[in-house]
């Protein structure tokens, strides 16, 4: 069991930067793979990002590729997602997600986009971008 809490959403203009973190409890962080998924109002629940376990491969989709930059730290049993160059529709709650590695080898794209592959869920934070 892994408790993940989010932190660091918030308002932003369009064009702007946030730093979202998510903190794991547990001792078992690096055997997780992470990942953000984000869901706006009256919309399904988007993949965001995901990492491997080790931080080595990161997945992105490309309404994000090169806006969004995730990491993790296993020291400190967080993972991070950097935003830059945010949207309007960027607004979103955004969540980290853990999956746990001894129950599923996930590989490939299709397997860290698909939710209902992760185990745990955080409860999510608010990013609002006005434009």
């Known amino acids: 069991q892994v408790q993940l809490v989010e932190s660091g959403g918030g308002l932003v203009q369009a064009g702007g930067s946030l730093r979202l973190s998510c903190a794991a409890s547990g001792r078992t962080f690096s055997t997780y793979v992470m990942g953000w998924f984000r869901q706006a109002p009256g919309k399904e629940r988007d993949f965001v990002a995901g990492i491997t376990w080790n931080g080595g491969r990161t997945y992105y989709p490309d309404s994000v590729k090169g806006r969004f930059t995730i990491s993790r730290d296993n020291a400190k049993a967080s993972v991070y997602l950097e935003m830059t160059s945010l949207k309007p529709e960027d607004t979103a709650v955004y969540s980290c997600?853990?999956?746990?590695?001894?129950?599923?080898?996930?590989?490939?794209?299709?397997?860290?986009?698909?939710?209902?592959?992760?185990?745990?869920w955080g409860q999510g934070t608010q990013v609002t971008v006005s434009s």
């Open positions: 997600a853990a999956l746990q590695t001894a129950l599923l080898h996930c590989i490939g794209y299709g397997c860290y986009a698909d939710p209902s592959h992760y185990d745990f």
